[in-house]
């Protein structure tokens, strides 16, 4: 096209004219850096990262701040180690004297419960297969129900269920 421009010879056919604007492959350079992947390549970390260390290190940096670095660094990791394991402790003993005995005490009740129940109907059975009760010599079966949280009035609603058939 820009020996086209310089000889004024007519454009081929098909071909762009010479003042549209084109895009894509065809278009004519732009000045200044490419944009997205394309620009100017730059070594190193990201631009605020930090440098490679967690730390900005120049030419000038004397190897004393190196070293008071990596000791403030492990000064820094020893008291966050300490930290975790005192709070870890405390999680620990919180467990340990508030919510085992808070879930063992549910779980006595819930079994004082299922006892009652048992005895007050020693004739319902349970099919631990189909998940189905019935009653013993019975012909009706009920789905099974949540045996954590049965009250003695629903399993009384239940045999009178069962009962009925």
Not at 17 to 38: C, F, K
Not at 87 to 100: C, F, N
Request: glycine share 12%; aromatic share 4%.
């Amino acid at each position: 096209m820009q020996l086209d421009k310089l000889q004024g010879g007519m454009p081929q056919p098909g071909a762009p004219q010479p003042g549209a604007s084109q895009q894509g492959w065809n278009a004519e350079p732009q000045a200044g850096p490419a944009p997205g992947w394309a620009g100017n390549p730059q070594a190193g970390p990201p631009p605020g990262s930090g440098g490679w260390l967690g730390r900005n290190r120049g030419y000038d940096d004397s190897p004393v701040d190196s070293i008071d670095q990596a000791i403030a660094d492990v000064a820094l990791g020893a008291a966050a180690r300490f930290i975790g394991r005192a709070v870890a402790k405390r999680v620990q003993r919180t467990v340990s004297e508030r919510v085992m005995p808070t879930l063992a005490n549910n779980q006595q009740a819930m079994l004082r419960q299922q006892i009652a129940i048992a005895e007050q109907h020693p004739d319902v059975r349970a099919c631990m297969t189909d998940k189905v009760i019935f009653l013993a010599g019975g012909s009706r079966v009920l789905p099974m129900p949540n045996l954590a949280t049965l009250t003695t009035q629903q399993a009384d609603a239940l045999v009178a269920q069962l009962g009925q058939g």
